[in-house]
């Protein structure tokens, strides 16, 4: 399976679920948009969920920090998300220092598990192509300005290993609860191409 970036680009699952799609479309039980609806909501709000639980908690407990940066998809698993089709899960730690950034250059290999569907952006040959090449300009487009000190390391996921980013912890958030802190947690920072938001940022 090495080297392949979709291991089943067509699954019985992807057929039968756009078969159920039209069929109900068809029937006027759903419409088109309701399902975009519900895809969208997988993309912003429920997949990247499960990634936050994990960053808060690793932001709270430096033993599971430990573990999630050692093994990826061990730590994951303890948090009951786990990767059913067995990829590894690397989990980079950006640092005032080291800012990492995730990509798949060849197709849109993604870490579900933790972040759900990737948005459309992620999939774009344009990001796909420049992100590698000229990183610091991509991130700015995002609204991510990076001091020349920091190092820009990018990955390229694929179909054995998916990376995500553990981000720094803002400011401000100290004695915070871990259900607050999960709320500073967006999809893009764990992606890379944003922080973490402040308490401010959240209002
Ligand atoms: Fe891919």
Redesign the pocket.
């Known amino acids: 399976m090495s080297g392949q ?2 291991p089943e680009p067509e699954s019985y699952a992807a057929i039968r679920t756009k078969a159920i799609e039209s069929l109900l479309i068809e029937k006027g039980l759903f419409t088109g948009d309701a399902i975009d609806a519900k895809v969208q909501a997988f993309e912003n709000d429920i997949g990247p969920m499960n990634g936050a639980k994990v960053v808060a908690r690793a932001w709270l407990d430096s033993g599971y920090r430990k573990r999630l940066l050692t093994n990826g998809r061990e730590a994951i698993s303890e948090m009951g998300f786990a990767d059913t089709q067995g990829a590894e899960l690397v989990v980079l730690e950006n640092s005032p220092a080291v800012h990492h950034v995730v990509v ?1 250059t ?5 870490p579900w598990s933790v972040l759900g569907l990737p948005p459309t952006w992620y999939k774009s040959h344009a990001y796909r192509s420049r992100v590698v090449i000229e990183p610091r300009k991509v991130l700015k487009e995002f609204g991510l300005e990076l001091d020349d000190s920091v190092e820009v390391r990018v990955w390229d ?3 054995d290993i998916r990376y995500m980013v553990l981000p720094e912890r803002p400011d401000g958030t100290e004695g915070m609860p871990e259900e607050k802190l999960v709320e500073l947690v967006s999809r893009d920072c764990m992606l890379g191409v944003a922080k973490a938001k402040t308490p401010t940022q959240v209002g």
């Open positions: 970036h979709h798949c060849l197709c849109s290999c993604y996921s694929n179909s």
